[in-house]
């Protein structure tokens, strides 16, 4: 496969994780169950900081710019690490069990953990080369 298509197929599997933060109703919602409460400042804030991060990050993996690409895309999975372990240490569980359908929110936080780290084992070659 050419460097070109995989860049293009990286930056689709960052751009999907960048969509599932965007739709994530605690993204701008205080809880998932209650949109009429809005999220406080800080909370839409990372999940904005987030998607800025990820879109970053395709940006320079569409540029080729392997190393910073995963530094930022790095600073992003610590972002969300950091913002779904406060947000599971205020609500608990109930933070990935919402509404109608909770297994499909499970799945959907899982799926976009695996793709970030799909995206960060496929840049890790590009650390290698850049040492050498």
Known sequence: M????QRI??????ALVALSV??????????GSDAFV???????????LE????LGGAA????????PAFVVLLADVLCAVTLNAILTHRDGVSR?????????HVRDVAVAFGLRVLVLMALAPALKRRAV
């Open 22 to 31: 965007l739709t994530d109703p605690y993204t701008f919602h205080l809880t």
């Open 9 to 14: 197929l990286l930056s689709i599997g960052v």
């Open 96 to 104: 990935f069990i919402w509404g109608i359908g909770a297994e499909r």
């Open 38 to 48: 809005a999220a406080p400042l800080w909370q839409s804030g990372l999940a904005l």
């Open 2 to 5: 050419s460097t070109q298509i």
């Open 60 to 67: 320079l993996v569409l540029r080729d710019v392997g190393r």
């Open 51 to 54: 998607i800025v991060l990820l």
